[in-house]
């Protein structure tokens, strides 16, 4: 692995010293990210932020920030369309989700999922999926789960233009199959989560997510690699990290997962404003003569 400089291990700032107007995230450049920018950064050795997002407004505000990544997650059925699982996400779903946030954005790379059912089939339904969130979407890349069993889908689409990102370890489609737990604890489990990582890698994937898994395997992972690791909960040896935004700015209600580390309390700002709103319109108090128009 790339070994970095004093400069680089420490905090954005440093890494932006180290880099220059190349930094994902503080760099100058305003022009849209591409993949090939990320396999530089997995190069530099610098760490880098990716955030999911599902609308316009939304990805606009992090596009400002500088968020380098986003994703256009099926984690959007959980947030955003009231289902209880990813699993009954669509592609026109995905499709309409996945344009808006290209449309709020400038900088951004943006990946678009694909969802349950839209590349299982095999290569060729992968990229008849793919293909739409490129054309109709705009999307820089796609992202699909599964390592060895997905390896001929990923390879299709890499042959055909298309930049994939992987996604292994726990991958929530398959809920039904395996539930919401740690992946690669055990020898077994371990050398099968090392396998697929390097399937992947092989078939050309860009970049690969692991979910839920054990930081240490995390990190031997990310040593393995020539390509980037983005982690979500697998510890802080990974080369990137995502978290689902509206588990990172507190509108998520209950128990949140351990990983996560929430930067607001957007439920209770959200929730006090629309209170204070109806209690204006009950007491009368709103609208007021400099709200009316004459």
């Known amino acids: 692995m790339t070994q970095l400089s004093a400069a680089q291990k420490q905090p954005a700032e440093g890494a932006l010293k180290a880099t220059g ?4 995230y ?11 920018d990320i396999t530089a950064a997995k190069e530099r050795g610098e760490k880098w932020p990716m955030l999911t997002a599902y609308d316009a407004m939304t990805a606009s505000v992090f596009d400002e920030a500088g968020i380098p990544v986003m994703l256009v997650g099926d984690s959007a059925g959980n947030c955003h369309l009231g289902y209880e699982t990813t699993v009954p996400v669509t592609m026109d779903e995905m499709t309409m989700l ?14 678009g999922d ?3 059912g839209s590349y299982q ?25 599964g390592g060895e069993r997905s390896h001929r889908q990923i390879e299709l689409l890499v042959e055909s233009g298309i930049p994939v990102m992987a996604h292994i370890g726990l991958t929530p489609q398959s809920v039904n199959a395996m539930g919401y737990r740690v992946q690669g604890r ?9 396998r697929d990582a390097k399937a992947v890698q092989d078939a050309g994937a860009f970049a690969v997510v692991l979910e839920l898994v054990p930081a240490e395997l995390a990190a031997e992972v990310t040593r393995t690699l020539h390509i980037p690791t983005v982690g979500i909960g697998a510890g802080a040896e990974t080369d990137a990290q995502v ?3 509206t588990d990172m700015l507190g509108l998520t ?23 204070a709103f109806a209690e204006d319109v009950v007491g009368g108090t709103f609208p007021l003569e400099e709200h009316s128009v004459h």
């Open 21 to 24: 107007s190349k930094a994902l």
């Open 243 to 245: 978290l689902v935004w």
């Open 186 to 194: 055990g020898e077994e489990a371990a050398h099968q989560l090392l």
């Open 114 to 116: 694909l969802p349950f």
């Open 26 to 36: 503080g760099g100058k450049s305003t022009r849209r990210i591409t993949v090939r």
């Open 98 to 111: 996945s344009a808006a946030v290209v449309r709020g954005t400038s900088r951004a790379l943006i990946v």
């Open 121 to 145: 089939e095999g290569p060729v339904q992968a990229l008849r999926s793919a293909t739409r969130l490129v054309k109709e979407a705009g999307v820089g890349a796609v992202k699909l789960e």
């Open 253 to 275: 209600g209950g128990r949140m997962p351990k990983f996560v580390k929430q930067y607001a309390d957007l439920r209770r700002v959200m929730g006090d404003a629309a209170k």
